[in-house]
């Protein structure tokens, strides 16, 4: 099956710094994909590089067999390739449903033309993007809070709203940047359920970057191991765990713990 990511033979220096090198890596359509690595390995760079962030020196980056290297965010945007990010500062002065209903590209009610012309039509693409943010945000667990201001919510439940912000338009594959990182037990347990919800009911592919190694544990398979800007290695956790080229990469040494 035609791979939902495909990065093929991807190079990017920072000046004379080779961060990611000869990096080909695949992300199969359905799977919720690990990518892990010691610091400075290249992980951030590389997501980058695939949510059309940063360019790329050569290589290239396919999505669902369709070249997009070097696209810009908003055209991935469109095809469904979406990355979460923190909530801006601007947002924090709206509610969480109001957040939700920000998201979508090509709101009606944005065109002039529309506005003046089809009030008729503004009205009703106004209101199913009502509903649509009123679903999303009891399927993320926070109507209890819709109506509160995204910036007095807690560190885990922005996360769940940046979550939720992904569902508002037709995604296809996520990318997840350190989103346990300061989550609490309880809501990363939610966050984690709803990942695996999205994955399982609406088929979004994720690829998760993460620290946090009971999260991958719990969610990721397989399991990408990136170290000096390359693969390493892949398999299942319980594979990864167990290789002693992945705990001389963690460790410097071999070494009994495990990453
Ligand atoms: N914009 C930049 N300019 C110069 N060097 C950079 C830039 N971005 C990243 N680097 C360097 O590239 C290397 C890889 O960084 P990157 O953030 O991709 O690693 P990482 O695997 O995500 O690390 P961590 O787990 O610590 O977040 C590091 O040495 C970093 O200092």
Redesign the pocket.
Known sequence: MTPMIDVRHVHKA?GG?R?INDCSLSVAKGSITGLI?P???????LFNIIAGALPLDSGQVLLDGEEITNRPANALFHKGLLRTFQIAHEFSQMTALENLMMVPPAQAGEGLFNAWLKPGLVRAQEEGVRRKALEVIDFIGLYHVRNELAGNLSGGQKKLLELGRTMMTDARVVLLDEIAAGVNRTLLGDLVENIERLNRDLGYTFLVIEHDMDMIARLCDPVIVLAQGSVMVEGTIQEIQSNPEVIEAYFGAPHDATP
């Open positions: 920072f710094l961060v690595g610091n400075g390995a290249g992980k951030s760079t």
